[in-house]
């Protein structure tokens, strides 16, 4: 049987975004696993869904946690990734939301 670690990341590779909320609501203390952890390919859960362009994923990973400042190995924000690839929307979300959090403070 698959831990919570390897069932999100099964979730994040198909791209199953009602799995993967499932999973984030019923998460019940931080030790299940880290939104914010790093792949065998030294990206993000949140730099993947911006390289597959999937901004509903994105919305969901910002919403759980997934830090938008982290670089993954390359040295790549998700703002740089979504620039480069040219997924507007994701830039778009990702620019008011570090726009609107940073307001918070």
Known sequence: MMNKTELFQE???RGNTKELEHL???TTTSCDFN???FGPEGQTALHQSVIE???ELV???VR???DTRLAN???WSALHMAA???HQDIMLYLISNARCSSGRR
């Open 11 to 13: 979730a994040l590779r």
């Open 35 to 37: 939104v914010n952890s």
């Open 84 to 86: 480069f690839s040219g």
């Open 64 to 66: 759980f946690g997934a």
């Open 53 to 55: 362009g999937n901004l």
């Open 24 to 26: 984030l609501q019923n």
């Open 73 to 75: 190995r390359d040295g």
């Open 59 to 61: 919305k969901l990973l």
